[in-house]
C-alpha cells in the first residue's frame, strides 16, 4: 500500500507544521506498517532530517497535476472563453476517469518544455 501525505506546508519552516506532520507520520505507520509514505515537499532534505523514513515527492508534479491550463496553454489564450471552459472541464473529467493518460501527457508535455516531468508513478 502507499500513501501520499499533502502537508500544510511543503518546506518544513513551520515547527507547529512540523509537529502535527511527524504526528499524523507516526498515526499512519502505526496502523499500515508496511504500506511506503510518501510526502509532498519543495525541499526534501528539510523533510528528510524531520522525518527520514518518507519518501519526498516534489510539490511541482502536484501544482502540474492541478493546474487547469498545463496541458494546452497558450491556447486558451486565442479561444473564446467558453470554448476554454469547456475545454478545463473535459480535462477535469479526464483527470477524473483516466488519470494514467493525462499522466502519460503531462510527462510528454513536460519533456516538449524541458521541465521535469512529474514520477514515472504519476504522483
Known amino acids: 500500500m502507499r500513501i501520499l501525505v499533502d502537508p500544510s506546508t511543503f518546506d518544513c519552516r513551520n515547527m507547529g ?29 528539510a523533510l528528510a532530517a524531520h522525518a527520514p523514513e518518507v519518501t519526498p515527492v516534489p510539490h511541482a508534479g502536484r501544482q502540474i497535476w492541478f493546474t487547469e491550463r498545463y496541458l494546452l496553454g497558450g491556447l486558451h489564450d486565442r479561444i473564446p472563453p467558453a470554448m476554454s471552459d469547456r475545454l478545463v472541464h473535459w480535462k477535469r473529467q479526464l483527470r477524473r476517469r483516466r488519470p494514467p493518460l493525462v499522466s502519460r501527457a503531462v510527462r510528454r508535455r513536460c519533456l516538449i518544455n524541458k521541465s521535469a516531468p512529474p514520477r514515472q508513478d504519476g504522483l
Open 17 to 45: 507544521d512540523v509537529a502535527m506532520l511527524q504526528v499524523a507520520l507516526a498515526r499512519l505507520r502505526a496502523t499500515w506498517a508496511h504500506a511506503s509514505i510518501e510526502v509532498i515537499t519543495d525541499d526534501p532534505a
